[in-house]
């Protein structure tokens, strides 16, 4: 494979903007997508133990639920945030981008069709548990296990991706033309690592539960402290395997002196200690979005060295600026989706810490966040309409 092969699969009317911009953007959205596929991975992995322990258990009897909750949250906003990133893969790496949907044409089928009917039975398991005590744990079991499998497929898309030059030999495997669509390829290291990060994620976020409802008189003193406790040990113990399985990676693929590597191992070494002390779970979690953050630049680090070494680099693609998209793009994101999202997050923080029923109307900060929100949106819908209008008979009159 050399750089004629994927210039030649490179979109010839080329990025409406700087292609640096859509990398940060990428990095940024991955990070995001993957903070929740962990916290998904791992609620839903400790509501199933939590289905076999509650009714002995009075802790796991509170816990159990909000873990399924959470789980169920999760994936809805981890289905949301997948589209970013790869939108962003398309933009600057399409050559990767299309080969990878090519050669693995089968298991792109079937990877949206497992997430649907992961996502449905995992509805099932919450309402059986929510309907019995414990109830659902084949379900729950069976729903784990197809979502668990839809994340391996994406994992076979981004190594098949990084893999240029293979792909020829999947797609003529000894000379012969293979267009089934059933290539799959594992990097076995990377995956585990990739998984084992749920470990300290649903530790930390276990550390903010118990910190969260610490204020709420109608939990325990003894439950809240259960809670700070599980989540401790799990992330402690998390990051000790997340710190190994990464080092693994990095000697594996010969990055392990780089600085963004060292960068990463001392990120995980400060989060061990603040995790370990637990004095603010809130604080820590914003070292762990850091920490992510590093992991996604690492992974697009790979991802550019490679297509670099093969004469492929992004800031050469052709820019024909299109500044009313990106306009357009960046206040809907900023704008819209920043005041919407802090909207949301004003009012589940208050619900959460408020013991009765919420009255939303009458809280001056989330009345006035919605009233924002829904304005903003009427504001967005028109000008979309009518920019759309405007161009659409520009070009046909």
């Known amino acids: 494979m050399d750089a004629s092969v994927l210039l030649a699969l490179r979109d ?17 959205t991955w990070a995001l997508h993957a903070a929740f596929v962990l916290l998904a991975l791992g609620s839903m992995g400790l509501s199933i133990y939590g289905t076999f322990s509650q009714k002995s258990d009075s802790n796991w009897k509170i816990l159990t639920p909000h873990l399924i909750q959470t789980g169920k949250i999760s994936i809805s906003i981890l289905i949301v945030l997948g589209v970013a990133p790869l939108l962003f893969t398309q933009v600057i790496y399409d050559p990767n981008w299309y080969v990878a949907n090519t050669l693995s044409g089968m298991w792109v089928f079937i990877f949206i069709y497992t997430l649907i009917v992961g996502y449905i039975m995992y509805y099932w398991y919450y309402y059986a548990n929510k309907k019995h005590e414990g109830g659902g744990k084949l379900i729950g079991i069976i729903s784990f296990g197809i979502l668990v499998f839809a994340g391996l497929l994406m994992h076979n898309f981004a190594v098949t991706s990084i893999m240029p030059n293979e792909w020829m030999n999947m797609y003529a495997p000894n000379g012969i033309v293979d267009n089934s669509g059933w290539t799959f390829n594992m990097d076995i290291v990377r995956l585990v690592f990739m998984v084992s990060l749920a470990i300290p994620v649903v530790g930390i976020f276990l550390q903010n539960y118990s910190r969260f409802l610490s204020t709420r008189k109608d939990f325990s003193s003894e439950f809240i402290k259960y809670t700070a406790g599980l989540g401790t040990k799990m992330g402690v113990i998390g990051l000790v395997i997340s710190a190994l399985c990464f080092v693994a ?16 191992i001392a990120g995980v070494a400060i989060l061990l200690l ?58 809907t994101f900023l704008i819209l989706g920043g005041v919407g999202v802090a909207w949301l997050l004003t009012m589940a923080w208050k619900v ?37 209008m405007f161009i659409l008979f520009n070009n046909i009159l």
């Open 249 to 264: 990676w990095m000697v594996q693929i010969d990055y392990l002196f780089t600085p963004l590597s060292l960068a990463i």
């Open 352 to 388: 959460g810490k408020n013991q009765g029923i919420f009255d939303g109307s009458k809280d001056v900060a989330v009345t006035k966040l919605g009233n924002y929100t829904l304005g903003i949106m009427i504001l967005w819908m028109v000008i979309y309409f009518t920019w759309g």
């Open 12 to 28: 010839p009317a080329g990025v409406p903007f700087y292609p640096v911009v859509f990398q940060v953007l990428y990095v940024l």
């Open 274 to 331: 603040m995790v370990g002390k637990n004095n603010n779970s809130y604080i820590t979690t914003i070292v762990l979005v850091i920490v992510a953050l590093l992991i996604s630049g690492m992974r697009e680090l790979i991802r550019f060295n490679i297509m670099s070494n093969l004469g492929y680099s992004i800031y050469e693609y052709p820019v024909n600026l299109e500044i009313p998209t990106i306009a357009m793009f960046l206040l």
